[in-house]
């Protein structure tokens, strides 16, 4: 299997391919040169404009091209056509929280659906929502507890299920949903589909709007190749014009209206999600983001996605010939970037495969996850390190 050549500019950007074999993208990239480039040019931006006295906070106008920039950048990462349906969060979790607490449509006896396996992240705001906001949360056990099959989501809908809130991939696991018949019930019941695209974007092409999703959440530390701090929300202008803020500020959708004499409340543009942002947004952060996004989108989304496969592949491969039965499927369907597994002495493998230098997750189950820069060589130690530790 042959090394693209954008494979080898990324890893030589991706510092942590120097210290370990990292197999480890599901929980974080480890950090990129270009990210750290961007804040660099953040502060750089920020005095220009600070010195040619652009107003509206640090960064000023500079910031604010960019950040609609990014906004674009977004929808054609996930497939969406209007960059209004995009605002900034700090995480995936401030995303999701933003579309239950912000709901402004739930009625008497309504649920929302959620699997008892999804990450705090998703699962947490569905259970705030049904303690202060009234919806019921139904938490559906993963069939055999692994997997989200559309049936299991589809057989619990009832004539109140106004939401199904779902990761793409599954955290845990690496388990991937078919969001595609999941859009489609749900356009033809009329219920909203929230997606936490975390464990997705940036390894696998996303279709939001051809899938019928109607909001994406996601962070930008893992396969965006960006930082932390900074994440987003799209929303589809359906569930959009449902959404109030969780908490308001000043900013180009929401203002203080005081043509009447009482100051109130006022949203100018219901169906800009700007509406949800603070005014002090993470810019350097959005910076980061930028240029991540910037980097997946010259690569191409399909290309990373059939790069990744074919190690995908490899690996699974490879453990299965070891005696390892990976919880993960090896079907592109069912699967994207990580492949998780049991063993009945989890501690003592993942101890030998860290002595070797093989960084990956040891959680409720082991997990090695693929990233856009890894290569044929990280597989093949990593292959290689389990044999030994496995006695074999």
Known sequence: MQTPS??????????????????????????????????????????????AVERGGPGRETF?????????????????????????????????????????????????LVCDIEHPSVLMPCLNAQK??????????????????????????????RMIVLSHVQSSNGCKADLAALGA????????LVVDA???????????????????????YKGLLAGESSAFLWCAPDLLAHIWPVYTAAGPAMTVDRAGGMPVLACRDPQSARKLENSSLDAPGIYMLHAGISRVLDIGPAAIEDHIRGLYERLWDGLASLGITPVTPREKDGSCAAIAFSLPDAAAFYDA???RGIVFTSSRLLRLSIAPF???????RALSAARAALGK
């Open 132 to 161: 202060l906001r009234g919806v019921e949360a139904r938490v559906l056990p993963a069939a055999e507890g692994e997997y989200l099959p559309a049936a299991l989501f589809t057989d619990a809908c009832d004539d109140h299920t």
């Open 6 to 51: 954008w494979v080898t500019d990324l890893r030589a950007q991706a510092p942590v391919t120097a210290a370990c074999t990292y197999l480890d993208c599901a929980y974080d990239c480890g950090g990129t040169t270009f990210a750290a480039a961007a804040v660099q040019a953040y502060f750089a931006d920020w005095a220009r404009a600070a010195a």
């Open 185 to 192: 019930f749900c356009r033809q019941k009329g219920i909203y």
């Open 353 to 355: 495969m860290r002595a």
């Open 64 to 112: 604010f091209r960019l950040a609609d920039e990014t906004r674009a950048q977004i929808c054609a990462l996930i497939g969406a056509s209007d960059p209004r349906g995009v605002c900034f969060t700090r995480n995936t979790n401030e995303g999701i929280s933003h579309i239950l607490m912000g709901f402004d449509d739930f009625r008497p006896g309504d649920n929302i």
């Open 374 to 380: 890894t290569t044929c060589g990280d597989i093949d």
């Open 198 to 220: 975390i464990q997705s974007l940036g390894f696998s092409v996303f279709e939001a709007e051809k899938w019928g999703v109607s909001a994406v959440s996601a962070g930008g």
